[in-house]
């Protein structure tokens, strides 16, 4: 794929040219430093969103970082020493190895107690530019440094301190780029250069990153849809913009993926082959039965009547037993009772 995409060297040279003016002109946001300089990027343009998020680290033939920018350096503690005495250890460390522009060491004790709130890690990752970690403590720096940093995409930068060419590691690494590439779009953006930087080597940062991303890129077929150079305050403007031939060959792969799931749905398994068979032998071989009339007898058999009973009568319970529930009342005799004046009457006759 490298071989066949060619960046127009020309046509990237007069694009940042033409930025480099356009910067000229802006004023600049901080009115203490009236020659800061403007980051200068290259924003890709894929043809398609990625699968799986990936990061490419870029090493560039010129610095893209200014002298002012502000590292920090992360670092392990070192045993039987307090967090004092490991700065003071790393530090001797750098300059043996010729190691310049480390602005601060912070060992990993000093990050958990002095960095623990969240303001103090945003005043943190306000301080510095970039951030390097020791290659020993990259998998403990996330859960200490919280979300924000990783969401502005400020995540440290590992550095094998224990290499014999320490020197040249973190030149590299410092003055380098990166390029996140994310599965959640289809641009992603690459510093390359400052304002202050010559043309010349801007254009060479540029191919250089184009060249890098197209070898290390984990994607089939045509890749780069487009590329601009921009800042943060300019328009995108075009250096490679890819040819529509690659648009046949995006519809030859999606077609034959198409015709593979075709395939795949059409073609059943074995086993289900199979168990159709013995189904439709199982509905042969089996006999349809025969239809034998039932006679009917041409009388009805009388049929007899069944016996009626009495259904049992309702015993009514005695008043007495109804009396007898309510305390305090005399209970009543069953029958008529004449009155007390008649019955005088009735014996003396």
Known sequence: MADEVVLDRSQVKKAVQA???????QP???SLLLDEAQKISVQFTLWKIPKRAQTIRIPLPHGQRTDTDEVCLFTRDEPNMTSEQTQRFYKKLLEERGVKGISEIIPYKMLKAEYKPYEAKRRLLGNFD???????IRRLLPSQLGKEFYKRKREPLCVDLQSKHLARDVQRVVQGTRLSVTNKGCCCLAHVGHSSMSAEEVTENVQAVFQTVLSKIRMKGPVIKAVHVKSLTSVALPVYCSDLNHLAVLD??????????????KKPSKGRKQEDGTAKRKEEEEEIPQLVPIETPSKKPKLEKPIKKNPPQKVSKPAVKKAAKSPGKRPKRPGKTAPSGKRKAHKAK
Request: net charge positive; aromatic share 6%.
């Open 19 to 25: 930025l480099q003016a356009f910067l000229k002109t």
């Open 28 to 30: 600049s946001t901080n």
């Open 130 to 136: 970039v951030f390097l970690s020791d290659d020993r």
């Open 252 to 265: 030859a792969l999606q077609s034959q993926k198409a015709a593979a799931k075709k395939q795949t749905k």
